[in-house]
């Protein structure tokens, strides 16, 4: 079955194209992905307690009760963005070095660990928000080298410009578009109809649901979502509470480590951008495992091709039994 589907919200068009997973190279299973294993030696880690001098001055750490510092932000040694010569900045580029310990995936943290990072999101953010110089900011996190890690130790970035991005505002246009004719907001309007549907729905607790969108660009891609609209992070006078959200994040991303063993993945949280004064924006994190290729066709295109459908993968993350974590 090869379907082509579109989302002109988001501007995709992506052929869903199953039959292809039945040449030698099936993708419709989990694929039997060699463990990068932790190659980097944690005795030489810049991230990792002890060589902390290799990297800049942490801008924040939260510490345990001993003093040892378990979450610790930094500003990125070699930023894409950072101060220009005239003495503006160009954007901001930090590194949350998520965990003291040499580890490489997600649900090697507790949920509780978790929550600390996110706690370390709120905290930046909200500090390059109160600057006033900034008008969008964007939270990454790449897991392995085959998703842009170019260190092992589990991190994430947060990139912080001075103007929204052109595809932000493209979203933030086609969402206005919908809004007027529909009167409400084309996120929601999607949560009602997957919680409706559940074909593909991985979770819905907590407030929040996980969904592989109708028009997934990748393979297992999966998007968490709030339930209600409000906003993530500053400035926002209702912070996200990290508890909650920490524990349903943390769920996704375990089974998606879990069903995907060793796979390379991208997360993206998005937030409303500042500058637009969007209290209307719908949050989300994007999460696209990387077991794809992005070849000929789609450079020549822009239409992705995924070989295994959101309905397919929704299913097997829905099955999957999350690890239980000490300390939760
Ligand atoms: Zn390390
Ligand atoms: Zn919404």
New binding site residues.
Partial sequence: MTDLRKDLLLNRWVLVAENRSERPNDYATPPATTKEGLP?D?TN?P??PSLETQTPPAVYSACNAEGDWQVRVVPNKYPAVGTAMGGDKSGVHEVVIESPR?IQNTADLTPKELANVLEAYNARLEHWYEDGRFGYAMIFKNVHSMAGASL??LHSQIMVLPEVPPACLQELYQLDRFRQEHDQCALCERIARERNDSVRLVLDRDGYVAICPYVSMHAYETWLLPVDHGRWFPPTANRVSTETLAGVLWEVLSRIERLLPGVGYNMIVRIAPWSAQRTDYHPRIEIYPRIDMFAGFELGTSIHINQVSPEFAAQKLRAMEPHRSCGT
Avoid: L
Wanted: glycine residues 0%; contains cysteine; proline residues 12%.
């Fill in positions: 980097q944690p880690c991230f990792c040499h092992v130790h």
